[in-house]
């Protein structure tokens, strides 16, 4: 049973504008939520995360968004740039465990 | 700070044979995770320990699969009898103690398994 999904296995920007990304989840209970930036032969660097008291949280040029009602979850980058190119996952937080999605792969274009 | 490490990095295994990987978590860190991953999934959790107490283990885990973190420091994880299915990259997370979140984990590089 998924208890994350990242619906879209990649997303093609350009430079300079925003990246979306998107990520749902199943269980009302998670209280975090978190984003990991993964590049080829690395583990994941966490990015952002967000707790479920909240709805928005930003740092720089990343920005996350929890809609609660619609157990919805998206990273926001901007301005995108060449190195943001990377697979992202959602992560999921309950208890002692970690539920990720799929991820995304996002590729900024020059 | 060193960041977390894992050994090997790669480790290629005849089916049946028992294989151990170890990691070392950021110095400090109390709690540490083992993750799998397999192509084009994201990671998958297998155990969490705090300190040296074996915490959380997944139900989806094998009983050929375990774990240890003496001293809770370093921690290993053992598979026996490897199966070709167990082919994958194992990932070590670690985090520093918390009393609530933000439940950010620091990884380290990961080994991959293949099962031959």
Known sequence: DQQVKQ?????????GR?????????????????????????????????SSIKDKN?????????????????????????????VYFCAVHLGNQFYFGTGTSLTVIP | DTGVSQNPRHKITKRGQNVTFRCD????????????????QGPEFLTYFQNEAQLEKSR??????????????????????????????????????????PYEQYFGPGTRLTVT
């Open chain 1, 7 to 15: 619906n879209s296995p990649s997303l093609s920007v350009q430079e």
């Open chain 1, 18 to 50: 925003i990246s979306i990304l998107n990520c749902d989840y199943t269980n009302s209970m998670f209280d975090y939520f978190l984003w990991y930036k993964k590049y080829p032969a690395e583990g994941p660097t966490f990015l952002i995360s967000i």
């Open chain 1, 58 to 86: 930003e740092d720089g040029r990343f920005t996350v968004f929890l809609n609660k009602s619609a157990k919805h979850l998206s990273l926001h980058i901007v301005p995108s740039q060449p190195g943001d190119s990377a």
């Open chain 2, 25 to 40: 978590p950021i110095s400090e860190h109390n709690r540490l995770y083992w993750y799998r991953q397999t192509l084009g």
């Open chain 2, 60 to 101: 989806l885990l094998s009983d050929r699969f375990s774990a240890e973190r003496p001293k809770g420091s370093f921690s290993t994880l053992e598979i026996q009898r490897t199966e070709q299915g167990d082919s994958a990259m194992y990932l070590c997370a670690s985090s520093p103690p918390t009393s609530g979140g």
